[in-house]
C-alpha cells in the first residue's frame, strides 16, 4: 500500500467499521428499550432524541470542524461516543438503565454524531489531495461500503440481539467508536488538513470571526451557489420519500401482498448490493463519465419505475429484477453529487458548508414515515405508491431544468469568501 494513500484507505476502513457499528444499534437500541420498558411510544421517543440533536448539531456545527479541525474533532467525537453509547449497556448490567436515562443517553450520542460525522465528511478534500486521487473515487469507495454496511449491517445487527442480547450488541457498537478513534489517529497522523482562514478572514493575529459569524458565511456561500442549493434541496426531497418508501410503503406492501417479512429482506439485500455494485463501478470509472448526464440516467432509472412497478402488481423476479437495475443505477449517485460538492467549496469553509449541507439533505427525514403512513391511509397502498414515485421524479428533474446545472460536466473554481 503507498504510504500517501494511506490515510483514504485508513479512513474508509473507519468508516466501514462506523457504518457497521451504527447499523447495529439502529436496531438494538430501539430493541433494547422495547424489551425493557414494555412501550412503543418510548421507544419512538428514543429514535426521536436521537435524530434531533443529531440534525441540529450537524447543521451549527460546521464552524467547530472548521476551527478545530475534522481529522482532530473526527477521533474526539468518536472516542467521547465510545463512552456515550457504552454507557448504556452498562447501566442495564446494574439495573440503573430506567427511563428516561436512554434517552439522555442516545440523545448526548445522537449530539456527538452531528459535528463527528460532518468532520469524516470534510476530511475528504485533504484525503483525496495526499492519495492523489480523483473525487470520484473517494466518494464512490465511501459509497460502495455504506451501501454495503447497510446491506450486511442489518443481518449482523439480527444475529447479534438473537444471540449475545441487545445490551450486549449495544456494546459492540461501542466498541466499534473506540476502533474508528486509534483507526484515524494511527492511519492519518500526518494528514495536512484544510487552511482554517481564506483570503481576508481575520487570523490568528487578528481580531477572531465569531462563531455566528462563521456560521452564516457557510450559509451564505451555501445559498448563492445555484448548484449546490438546488441539489441540497432535491436530495431532502428524496431522502424524506425515500424514507417514506423503506419504512412504510413497502413493509405495507409485503403484508397486503402476502410476500412476508422474509421477501422484504430480500428486496432490501438484492437493492444493497446492487448499489454497492454500482458505486464500485462509478469509483473506478466515474471520471470517464459525463455527470449530468449520469445524474439524469440514473435518477430516472432508480426513480419512478421502482414504484410503479409495486404499484402495478408485477411477480416478484421483476421485482428482484429491478432492483439489480434500479440499485445499481443508485450507486452511482453519491460518487457524482459527492464529487460536485467537494470542488465547489472552499477549503477554508468546507467544514461548515458541507455540514449545513447534510443537515438541510437530512431535515426532512423524520417526517418520512409520517408522509408514508398518512397517504396509505388516506387514499391506499398503490395510489401512495404512484403519487410518491411521480413527486420523486419531480424532485429529481426539476434541477435540471436550471442552466448552471450543467455546472456539474466541469470543475469549477470556488470564489474567494470573505466572512
Not at 209 to 221: I, K, P, Q, V
Amino acid at each position: 500500500m503507498s504510504a500517501r494513500r494511506l490515510p483514504l484507505y485508513g479512513w474508509l476502513t473507519a468508516e466501514a467499521i462506523s457504518l457497521l457499528g451504527t447499523r447495529v444499534s439502529m436496531i438494538a437500541i430501539p430493541w433494547l428499550v422495547l424489551v425493557t420498558t414494555g412501550s412503543a411510544t418510548r421507544t419512538g421517543l428514543v429514535a426521536a432524541a436521537e435524530l434531533t440533536p443529531l440534525v441540529i448539531l450537524k447543521a451549527t456545527g460546521g464552524p467547530l470542524v472548521d476551527r478545530v479541525g475534522p481529522r482532530r474533532l473526527a477521533i474526539v467525537a468518536d472516542s467521547l461516543s465510545m463512552v456515550s453509547v457504552g454507557m448504556i449497556p452498562l447501566l442495564h448490567r446494574s439495573d440503573h438503565l430506567t427511563f428516561p436515562v436512554p434517552l439522555v443517553l442516545v440523545a448526548i450520542g445522537g449530539g456527538l454524531r452531528g459535528p463527528g460525522d460532518a468532520a469524516v465528511g470534510a476530511m475528504v478534500p485533504s484525503l483525496v489531495a495526499s492519495a492523489e486521487v480523483p473525487f470520484e473515487r473517494a466518494t464512490g469507495l465511501a459509497s460502495a461500503i455504506e451501501r454495503g454496511a447497510t446491506m450486511i449491517g442489518a443481518a449482523l445487527a439480527g444475529g447479534l440481539v438473537a444471540t449475545i442480547g441487545p445490551a450486549n450488541a449495544v456494546a459492540v457498537d461501542a466498541l466499534s467508536f473506540g476502533v474508528c478513534a486509534v483507526v484515524l489517529l494511527v492511519t492519518t497522523r500526518g494528514l495536512v488538513e484544510p487552511v482554517s482562514a481564506v483570503d481576508g478572514e481575520p487570523t490568528a493575529d487578528d481580531e477572531p470571526t465569531s462563531y455566528l459569524a462563521e456560521l452564516r458565511a457557510g450559509w451564505d456561500f451555501l445559498r448563492s451557489d445555484a448548484l449546490l442549493m438546488s441539489l441540497c434541496l432535491m436530495i431532502a426531497v428524496t431522502n424524506l420519500l425515500d424514507l417514506a418508501w423503506s419504512a412504510v410503503l413497502l413493509p405495507v406492501w409485503a403484508r397486503e401482498s402476502g410476500a412476508g417479512v422474509g421477501v422484504l429482506g430480500l428486496i432490501f439485500s438484492v437493492w444493497g448490493g446492487a448499489s454497492m455494485l454500482g458505486s464500485f463501478v462509478a469509483a473506478a470509472y466515474g471520471t470517464r463519465l459525463p455527470r449530468f448526464t449520469t445524474y439524469v440516467v440514473a435518477f430516472l432509472v432508480t426513480g419512478l419505475p421502482r414504484f410503479v412497478l409495486f404499484a402495478i402488481g408485477v411477480p416478484l423476479w421483476a421485482i428482484l429484477a429491478m432492483c439489480v437495475v434500479g440499485g445499481c443505477a443508485s450507486g452511482f449517485l453519491n460518487p457524482v453529487l459527492g464529487a460536485v460538492e467537494f470542488e465547489r467549496i472552499p477549503p477554508a469553509l468546507v467544514g461548515r458548508v458541507t455540514a449545513l449541507n447534510s443537515a438541510v439533505c437530512w431535515s426532512l427525514m423524520p417526517l418520512g414515515g409520517v408522509l408514508g403512513g398518512v397517504l396509505v391511509s388516506g387514499i391506499g397502498l398503490d395510489p401512495a405508491l404512484l403519487m410518491v414515485g411521480l413527486c420523486y421524479f419531480a424532485a429529481t428533474m426539476a434541477p435540471t431544468l436550471l442552466p448552471r446545472f450543467r455546472e456539474m460536466d466541469r470543475a469549477v473554481e470556488p470564489a474567494p469568501v470573505a466572512v
